[in-house]
């Protein structure tokens, strides 16, 4: 190697690994959402999400702190772009109104929704509807302490009610002759409140269970909201 190539390699071993200069938080994000609807949450680390933006790991701790920054920023992307809607003073409205919003926002990445349970998210923008249904709640009368109770109590609700949505087939691929089949399998087994109930176990119209598992969860948190005390 002469002197007057030694500068130009060296230049080329300090140049960042390719595609570093298109790193982002945003691209980051991006991929650890590809990383999760395709695989599961379980499957998001710095290699899986490096590997997919075609980056050297190390170069994402510009970004975020390691595995937990991703699900944080997850999280946060999820709740920041929500729709806070208008509030109209009616607290049946307003809390079906957020779940709505929620909903339309988690529809697109479901597997990612059971983060907004877990992580701790810090960003104002991130927070935006935690402030929106706690301030239905505490406007509503609801004391402090139970007003966070129900707030996690109605997320979880609909955190579940969206997988199940996702995950379950419109009619669970079950026919007729197949619901009557497995009716008398019951029968036979000792298990007659479950045989009665067979065909509608059998049976799932998505919207219809979101309408009624929504609709129940805020008259509880109507019920418990109104206590004395």
């Known amino acids: 190697m002469t002197r007057a190539q030694a500068p130009a390699n060296a230049a080329r071993r300090g140049r960042p690994p390719k595609g570093a200069t298109r790193l982002s938080r945003e691209s980051i994000v991006d991929a650890t959402l590809r990383v999760i609807d395709a695989e599961g949450v379980g499957a998001v680390g710095m290699r899986s999400v490096a590997r997919l933006l075609g980056v050297d790991a190390k170069s994402l701790y510009n970004h975020v702190h390691g595995k937990d920054g991703l699900l944080d920023a997850v999280a946060e992307h999820l709740l920041s ?5 208008a509030r109209t003073g009616d607290v049946r409205l307003d809390l079906r109104a957020i779940a709505d919003a929620f909903r339309d926002r988690a529809l697109r990445h479901p597997e990612a929704a059971a983060l ?13 509807p935690t402030e929106a249904l706690l301030s ?9 302490e139970e007003s966070v109770h129900l707030l996690r109590v ?3 609700t609909l955190v579940g009610t969206l997988l199940r ?5 419109q009619a669970f691929g079950v026919g007729d002759s197949a619901v009557a089949a497995r009716r008398q399998t019951l029968e036979r087994s000792g298990l007659p409140r479950t045989a009665e109930a067979a065909p509608h176990l059998a049976r799932f119209d998505r919207y219809a269970e979101y309408e009624y598992t929504v609709g129940t969860a805020i008259e509880l948190m109507l019920s418990r909201a109104s206590r004395p005390g």
Do not use: Y
């Not at 772009?81 to 809607?85: K, L, Q, R, T």
């Not at 907004?116 to 935006?128: N, V």
């Not at 239905?136 to 402090?144: N, S």
């Not at 949505?165 to 087939?169: D, I, M, P, T």
């Open 81 to 85: 772009g929500m729709e806070i809607p």
């Open 116 to 128: 907004t349970l877990t992580r701790q998210l810090a960003s104002l923008e991130g927070l935006a």
């Open 154 to 156: 109605f997320v979880a």
């Open 136 to 144: 239905v709640l505490r406007d509503a009368g609801c004391p402090l």
């Open 165 to 169: 949505e996702v995950h379950a087939g």
